[in-house]
């Protein structure tokens, strides 16, 4: 059986409902005196950064902290990486530590599924975002809220996203969310549009089970939650599309548009947002965008997959699709 | 010189017949033949070949003898049933000077397993700016006639327009290694619906295709020739046959690899899979296949390419790319051509050994099995089957994409005129 | 939980009705009620599953009796189980702490059967984080024996003997259609 989250395609249906349910449960934790559980007491998990994400890092440390797991950080700069040592030595080196889980985010895609399936170590694998593959913990965060807002708290407990209309805008190309969110929200029964300019959209998009479309206004008047991705300035050099100031026209959320969609419609954002490119202040402040929620809700979506892959003898999930090699 | 008696070949695939080697040349080939004191080698119905010559090889030395060196990898090639090799430039110090190409050639002679043709640099250092020294590699003792930048395309179109000329005055040829540079920066797989869902930066075919098209069209203008190495995509394919149906003096190889392995491999993002030209679909799998058969493809060429393991045992990003080939190149033909029906055994000969010979002007190589031709040999087990195990390779690198995957036919015996190299399997 | 061990309804036998239930959970209330002087500060907070569906009946006949709203929620121990790691992670059950919390007050934890004394053990870690009550009492509706902890029930329904090799089943309308407790045979591995 499967030990890792390497990809949000590997949950089933039932997996994904069960980390959300579990998830909710989790939140409850936080509105405690004490907002600790002994659940993970003397399993080390550490937090392998390879790439700079402090809110990454420290939404999984302050999970692994309300479990009581021991937690090591080891980011790459300054350390035997930057001085050439290797994935597989630096995962190797911790885990003669005693390492029960490793939650690594990497520059490289597919790093996390090497280091799950090569036979470095025996270790849990928890991606926590690699290249532009997958960053499955953000996608489980991201229908977590969607849920709460859409169904709502208790009502949703034990339901999916079936029949939702989630718009997906941005830089798709270059998005680990994108393909995340793409895969576990198909999964969750949801219909996922992504909108870009055709530059941003990977070649061989049309096998994903989604839809595609280079215009905006169009889609927003029939969707319940909008994502915004972050686009990075560099792309504008890189002529992935000619000025900034054209880009937040044609695929930038401001006030207008956000006033076009359905009353219920969110505005979510994996962050961090580049005001004023694809989001106006006036969005990233109002009442429906979700970014801070997505945040707390983080911490809970990472307390129920650590729990549900280290808490017991053998983990909860079934995962379909990945096999480990040989 | 001893003679040697191989009794009951097929001789490239027909009727068993008798070959008999007297020193350095075949000296008879005909049936029930005896000789006296000849040793006799009992081929009992296996293939015998032409000895093979792979136009694409990288032997690493100098400079990266962690790798490979000539002597291992001459070993692997004999392993494999080659009798010449076409050494790839690409060696630190690259072989832009006369001076390296003849240490790499006299490697070969001395080691004795396969003769070792090296292929000169296009440009200085591989940079693409400016042209080598190609006359004097021509009249050095390598008498170098194959010259190619592979690992880098020669992407300015002016520089390979004059290479092109430049070679005509001695019969050389370039070996373009088509990769458009800037579409493919920070590509690490073909592009593709795989490279969409894996989040790896993505190889157009367009990036080779379009260097093809430019190349053919440059040789017909300035009436020289071009060799494309490892086709990969079918694209490419069309302009390749378009081109010879315009009369282009074009040729070109594919590689093992391409004509069986596709980019579905790659979602175990296991390194042994990364390459240069990446895996591609099953789609252009099945149409390099057909090309090679119709002969629009002439020949294949191993692009045998040895990395240690630390190169290889290691995230996707971050691993270097190529694969070894030598050892199984005839296996994998056999597998992809023979046993589907595209290929007999003489269509083989022709495409790895005929041909590649005459393209590289290796001589006394690809030469017919018959009376008075030097006796460069290979006895193939066509009813074998195994699995290949990388710990039994002569190469000093073990990056097969195919451990553990059976394949059929297995060489015996390699001859490099009338001396054997490998007999039984094992190496002498 | 200590009550949900599969028992084949083939050797099962009842040994509380529905009627029985109803009728120890009236004699709990009143000796809640005696015990903790009129009961103005208690909490009743249920083990999950079926000891949340005990509390909420216990609750009803407490309002009886002392015609005042008493608080109920419910504890799931899954987090605290000494026995994590020794099977897969359980899905989790809620935890609902009454709005005016557990501090001061007289908790009363409910659970169905009462036998190692573990789920109980853990049951009063996470009360620990949660809060300082005055004082802990527990009730059950059935004490089967055999504890591993030093544990004891502060108000039991019944008091039933059991064996090692016996297994009992607790069953509630709420969860599972009908009122009873039933006694069978542990099934012997197929």
Same mark, same amino acid.
């Given at each position: &059986?499967?030990?890792?989250?390497?990809?949000?395609?590997?949950?089933?249906?039932?997996?994904?409902?069960?980390?959300?349910?579990?998830?909710?449960?989790?939140?409850?934790?936080?509105?405690? =005196?004490?907002?600790?559980?002994?659940? !993970?007491?003397?399993?080390?998990?550490?937090?392998?950064? %390879?790439?700079?994400?402090?809110?990454?890092?420290?939404? %999984?440390?302050?999970?692994?902290?309300?479990?009581?797991?021991?937690?090591?950080? %080891?980011?790459?700069?300054?350390?035997?990486?930057?001085? *050439?040592?290797?994935?597989?030595?630096?995962?190797?080196?911790?885990?003669? &530590?005693?390492?029960?889980?490793?939650?690594?985010?990497? *520059?490289?895609? $597919?790093?996390? /599924?090497?280091?799950?399936?090569?036979?470095?170590?025996?270790?849990?694998?928890?991606?926590? $975002?690699?290249?532009?593959?997958?960053? =499955?913990?953000?996608?489980?965060?991201?229908?977590?809220?969607?849920?709460?807002?859409?169904?709502?708290?208790?009502?949703?407990?034990?339901?999916?996203?079936? *029949?939702?209309?989630?718009?997906?805008?941005?830089?798709?190309? +270059?998005?680990?969310?994108?393909?995340?969110?793409?895969?576990?929200?198909?999964? !969750?029964?949801?219909?996922?549009?992504?909108?870009?300019?055709?530059?941003?959209?990977?070649?061989?998009?049309?096998?994903?089970?989604?839809?595609?479309?280079?215009? #905006?206004?169009?889609?927003?008047?029939?969707?319940?939650?909008?994502?915004?991705?972050?686009?990075?300035?560099?792309? &504008?050099?890189?002529? %992935?599309?000619?000025?900034?100031?054209? /880009?937040?026209?044609? /695929?930038?959320?401001?006030?207008?548009?956000?006033?076009?969609?359905?009353?219920?419609?969110?505005?979510? +954002? =994996?962050? =961090?947002?580049?005001? $004023?490119?694809?989001?106006?202040?006036?969005?990233?402040?109002?009442?429906?965008?979700?970014?801070?929620?997505?945040?707390?809700?983080?911490?809970?979506?990472?307390?129920?997959? #650590? /729990?549900?892959?280290?808490?017991?003898?053998?983990?909860?999930?079934? +995962?379909?699709?990945?096999?480990?090699?040989? | 010189?001893?003679?040697?008696?191989?009794?009951?070949?097929?001789?490239?695939?027909?009727?068993?017949?008798?070959?008999?080697?007297?020193?350095?040349?075949?000296?008879?080939?005909?049936?029930?033949?005896?000789?006296?004191?000849?040793?006799?080698?009992?081929?009992?119905?296996?293939?015998?070949?032409?000895?093979?010559?792979?136009?694409?090889?990288?032997?690493?030395?100098?400079?990266?003898?962690?790798?490979?060196?000539?002597?291992?990898?001459?070993?692997?090639?004999?392993?494999?049933?080659?009798?010449?090799?076409?050494?790839?430039?690409?060696?630190?110090?690259?072989?832009?000077?006369?001076?390296?190409?003849?240490?790499?050639?006299?490697?070969?002679?001395?080691?004795?397993?396969? @003769?070792?043709?090296?292929?000169?640099?296009?440009?200085?250092?591989?940079?693409?700016?400016?042209?080598?020294?190609?006359?004097?590699?021509?009249?050095?003792?390598?008498?170098?006639?194959?010259?190619?930048?592979?690992?880098?395309?020669?992407?300015?179109?002016?520089?390979?327009?004059?290479?092109?000329?430049?070679?005509?005055?001695?019969?050389?040829?370039?070996?373009?290694?088509?990769?458009?540079?800037?579409?493919?920066?920070?590509?690490?797989?073909?592009?593709?619906?795989?490279?969409?869902?894996?989040?790896?930066?993505?190889?157009?075919?367009?990036?080779?295709?379009?260097?093809?098209?430019?190349?053919?069209?440059?040789?017909?203008?300035?009436?020289?020739?071009?060799?494309?190495?490892?086709?990969?995509?079918?694209?490419?394919?069309?302009?390749?046959?378009?081109?010879?149906?315009?009369?282009?003096?074009?040729?070109?190889?594919?590689?093992?690899?391409?004509?069986?392995?596709?980019?579905?491999?790659?979602?175990?993002?296991?390194?042994?899979?990364?390459?240069?030209?990446?895996?591609?679909?099953?789609?252009?799998?099945?149409?390099?296949?057909?090309?090679?058969?119709?002969?629009?493809?002439?020949?294949?060429?191993?692009?045998?390419?040895?990395?240690?393991?630390?190169?290889?045992?290691?995230?996707?990003?971050?691993?270097?790319?190529?694969?070894?080939?030598?050892?199984?190149?005839?296996?994998?033909?056999?597998?992809?051509?023979?046993?589907?029906?595209?290929?007999?055994?003489?269509?083989?000969?022709?495409?790895?050994?005929?041909?590649?010979?005459?393209?590289?002007?290796?001589?006394?190589?690809?030469?017919?099995?018959?009376?008075?031709?030097?006796?460069?040999?290979?006895?193939?087990?066509?009813?074998?089957?195994?699995?290949?195990?990388?710990?039994?390779?002569?190469?000093?690198?073990?990056?097969?994409?195919?451990?553990?995957?059976?394949?059929?036919?297995?060489?015996?015996?390699?001859?490099?005129?009338?001396?054997?190299?490998?007999? @039984?399997?094992?190496?002498? | 939980?200590?009550?949900?061990?599969?028992?084949?309804?083939?050797?099962?036998?009842?040994?509380?009705?529905?009627?029985?239930?109803?009728?120890?959970?009236?004699?709990?209330?009143?000796?809640?009620?005696?015990?903790?002087?009129?009961?103005?500060?208690?909490?009743?907070?249920?083990?999950?599953?079926?000891?949340?569906?005990?509390?909420?009946?216990?609750?009803?006949?407490?309002?009886?009796?002392?015609?005042?709203?008493?608080?109920?929620?419910?504890?799931?121990?899954?987090?605290?189980?000494?026995?994590?790691?020794?099977?897969?992670?359980?899905?989790?059950?809620?935890?609902?702490?009454?709005?005016?919390?557990?501090?001061?007050?007289?908790?009363?934890?409910?659970?169905?059967?009462?036998?190692?004394?573990?789920?109980?053990?853990?049951?009063?870690?996470?009360?620990?984080?949660?809060?300082?009550?005055?004082?802990?009492?527990?009730?059950?509706?059935?004490?089967?024996?055999?504890?591993?902890?030093?544990?004891?029930?502060?108000?039991?329904?019944?008091?039933?003997?059991?064996?090692?090799?016996?297994?009992?089943?607790?069953?509630?309308?709420?969860?599972?259609?009908?009122?009873?407790?039933?006694?069978?045979?542990?099934?012997?591995?197929?």
């Amino acid at each position: &059986m499967q030990r890792h989250l390497i990809s949000a395609a590997d949950l089933t249906r039932d997996d994904a409902v069960l980390i959300l349910d579990t998830a909710e449960e989790m939140a409850r934790v936080a509105d405690r =005196p004490i907002k600790k559980l002994p659940t !993970l007491r003397g399993r080390t998990v550490v937090n392998l950064f %390879f790439e700079d994400s402090t809110r990454t890092r420290i939404s %999984f440390e302050a999970a692994e902290k309300r479990l009581s797991a021991d937690v090591i950080n %080891f980011t790459a700069k300054g350390s035997s990486v930057s001085k *050439g040592e290797s994935l597989k030595d630096t995962a190797q080196t911790l885990e003669a &530590m005693g390492v029960d889980a490793v939650v690594i985010r990497h *520059g490289a895609s $597919g790093a996390p /599924y090497r280091l799950a399936n090569s036979g470095w170590i025996d270790a849990a694998v928890i991606n926590a $975002g690699d290249g532009t593959h997958q960053h =499955p913990t953000q996608a489980l965060l991201d229908a977590f809220t969607m849920r709460r807002r859409l169904v709502g708290r208790d009502a949703g407990i034990g339901q999916d996203l079936a *029949g939702r209309r989630i718009t997906i805008v941005g830089d798709v190309l +270059h998005s680990r969310v994108a393909r995340s969110n793409v895969d576990l929200l198909h999964t !969750l029964g949801a219909e996922v549009t992504l909108v870009a300019p055709p530059t941003l959209v990977p070649v061989g998009v049309e096998t994903w089970p989604c839809e595609v479309s280079y215009d #905006l206004d169009s889609t927003l008047a029939k969707t319940d939650a909008v994502m915004m991705l972050r686009v990075q300035r560099e792309r &504008m050099n890189a002529a %992935f599309f000619p000025t900034e100031r054209e /880009y937040s026209r044609r /695929y930038g959320l401001d006030g207008d548009r956000m006033a076009r969609m359905p009353e219920h419609a969110i505005v979510m +954002h =994996p962050g =961090p947002m580049v005001r $004023g490119m694809e989001i106006t202040a006036e969005v990233a402040d109002s009442e429906r965008c979700t970014v801070v929620e997505q945040v707390a809700n983080g911490v809970s979506i990472r307390m129920a997959v #650590l /729990y549900l892959l280290l808490g017991g003898n053998e983990p909860a999930l079934t +995962h379909a699709r990945t096999t480990e090699e040989k | 010189m001893s003679k040697i008696l191989i009794r009951g070949a097929k001789v490239l695939g027909g009727e068993p017949q008798d070959v008999l080697i007297d020193g350095q040349t075949i000296a008879e080939v005909g049936v029930g033949l005896s000789a006296e004191g000849a040793e006799v080698v009992e081929a009992d119905g296996k293939v015998l070949l032409p000895g093979l010559v792979d136009l694409h090889t990288h032997l690493r030395e100098p400079g990266r003898e962690d790798s490979e060196t000539v002597l291992t990898g001459t070993r692997a090639a004999a392993s494999g049933g080659y009798t010449a090799v076409f050494a790839m430039a690409n060696t630190f110090p690259v072989a832009d000077t006369a001076g390296v190409v003849e240490q790499v050639y006299r490697l070969g002679q001395e080691h004795g397993y396969c @003769d070792v043709q090296p292929i000169g640099a296009v440009t200085v250092g591989l940079e693409g700016k400016k042209l080598a020294e190609l006359g004097a590699m021509h009249e050095s003792a390598a008498g170098v006639t194959v010259f190619s930048d592979d690992g880098k395309c020669v992407d300015d179109a002016v520089i390979m327009r004059r290479a092109l000329e430049y070679v005509k005055a001695f019969g050389g040829v370039v070996a373009q290694h088509a990769q458009e540079p800037r579409l493919t920066e920070g590509a690490q797989m073909n592009e593709g619906i795989v490279s969409a869902e894996l989040g790896l930066g993505g190889w157009p075919a367009v990036a080779e295709e379009s260097i093809i098209a430019r190349d053919v069209l440059l040789a017909e203008h300035v009436g020289s020739r071009v060799h494309i190495c490892h086709l990969s995509t079918a694209g490419s394919v069309e302009i390749v046959r378009w081109a010879k149906s315009r009369g282009i003096d074009v040729t070109a190889e594919v590689t093992p690899h391409h004509l069986l392995l596709t980019d579905e491999l790659v979602r175990t993002y296991n390194p042994v899979y990364k390459v240069n030209p990446p895996l591609r679909t099953e789609r252009d799998v099945l149409a390099l296949r057909e090309a090679l058969a119709d002969g629009t493809i002439d020949i294949v060429a191993t692009d045998h390419a040895p990395h240690p393991h630390e190169d290889k045992d290691c995230e996707w990003a971050a691993a270097a790319m190529g694969m070894v080939g030598l050892e199984t190149a005839l296996s994998v033909v056999q597998e992809t051509m023979v046993d589907t029906g595209l290929l007999t055994w003489a269509g083989v000969a022709e495409r790895m050994s005929f041909k590649p010979a005459e393209i590289g002007q290796a001589k006394g190589h690809g030469r017919p099995v018959s009376a008075g031709e030097p006796a460069n040999l290979t006895l193939v087990d066509t009813e074998y089957r195994g699995s290949v195990d990388p710990e039994g390779f002569a190469s000093r690198s073990r990056n097969t994409p195919y451990e553990g995957r059976e394949l059929p036919g297995r060489v015996t015996h390699t001859w490099l005129r009338g001396k054997a190299t490998l007999v @039984d399997g094992k190496l002498t | 939980m200590d009550s949900q061990q599969d028992t084949q309804a083939s050797d099962a036998r009842p040994v509380l009705e529905g009627p029985d239930i109803a009728r120890v959970l009236t004699r709990i209330a009143h000796e809640i009620v005696e015990r903790a002087k009129g009961a103005d500060d208690v909490v009743l907070l249920g083990i999950p599953t079926r000891g949340v569906f005990l509390a909420q009946r216990l609750a009803a006949k407490l309002e009886q009796i002392t015609e005042r709203k008493i608080p109920v929620g419910s504890l799931d121990i899954t987090m605290y189980r000494d026995d994590l790691r020794m099977h897969p992670p359980r899905a989790l059950a809620r935890t609902e702490i009454p709005g005016d919390g557990i501090d001061g007050r007289l908790v009363v934890l409910v659970d169905d059967v009462l036998f190692s004394g573990r789920t109980i053990r853990a049951a009063l870690d996470a009360l620990n984080d949660i809060g300082r009550p005055r004082a802990v009492q527990l009730a059950v509706l059935v004490d089967r024996g055999h504890r591993e902890l030093p544990i004891r029930a502060d108000y039991v329904g019944k008091n039933l003997p059991t064996s090692l090799r016996e297994t009992v089943k607790v069953q509630l309308a709420e969860e599972d259609g009908r009122d009873t407790v039933l006694l069978g045979a542990k099934q012997t591995s197929q």
